[in-house]
Structures are given as structure tokens and as C-alpha cells.
Nanobody, 119 residues
Framework: QVQLVESGGGLVQPGGSLRLSCAAS????????MGWYRQAPGNQRELVAT???????SYADSVKGRFTIARDNAKNTVFLQMNSLKPEDTAVYFC?????????????WGRGTQVTVSS
């Protein structure tokens, strides 16, 4: 079992930066693929960025070049550095952890942290 707790959200002006953190508790953090998703009111949850257990990263086109995902396996933490923030980045950001095994897929979600980009 894995528990995820996001932090670092808040209010920021357009063009500003925020750094989100996701702290994971549980076994074998380094074996999980980690990701950040976001959901704005009235919209579906969308993928923002992922970092695999092997360290490879991917980004949604809307954030590519502005956001950076990273993980610190020693601290059981994944980060999302968000630069050049835009009002359309406003959403609740969720941390996700998943692991594929021969018999099942383990999939966990945090409760989210609010990011508001407004002048």
C-alpha cells in the first residue's frame, strides 16, 4: 500500500513559478512510475508529466518546456517544478503512483494540491 501527500500549491501571478512535492509512504518507491495530473472545475483530469521507475520523463504538450518532473528515491519524493505559469495552469494537481506486475497494476492517488495562477 502507498500513501501520497502533495504540497507546494498556492496562488501565483502569471509568469511566476511554483514547486510541487509529493511525499510517498510505503514500500519500494523506486519501483513505481510517478506522475502528476491536474483537474480544473468542469474539466476532466489530464496528465501533466510522468517519470518512470527507470527515470525517463514525459510531458503534456501544454507544459513542455515550462514544467520539469524529478524524483528523489532516497526521500521517496517526486517534484514538479512549474515555471512561466499561465492562468490556464490553474487546477488541482494530483500525484499518482503506479506499478505494473505480472498479476496486477497497483495504482494510487494523492488528494491533490490547489494551484491558482491569477493577477
Amino acid at each position: 500500500q502507498v500513501q501520497l501527500v502533495e504540497s507546494g500549491g498556492g496562488l501565483v501571478q502569471p509568469g511566476g513559478s511554483l514547486r510541487l512535492s509529493c511525499a510517498a509512504s510505503g514500500r519500494s518507491f523506486s519501483l513505481y512510475d510517478m506522475g502528476w495530473y491536474r483537474q480544473a472545475p468542469g474539466n476532466q483530469r489530464e496528465l501533466v508529466a510522468t517519470v518512470s521507475s527507470g527515470g525517463s520523463t514525459s510531458y503534456a504538450d501544454s507544459v513542455k518546456g515550462r514544467f520539469t518532473i524529478a524524483r528523489d528515491n532516497a526521500k521517496n519524493t517526486v517534484f514538479l517544478q512549474m515555471n512561466s505559469l499561465k492562468p490556464e495552469d490553474t487546477a488541482v494537481y494530483f500525484c499518482n503512483s503506479r506499478r505494473y506486475t505480472a498479476w496486477a497494476v497497483d495504482n494510487y492517488w494523492g488528494r491533490g494540491t490547489q494551484v491558482t495562477v491569477s493577477s
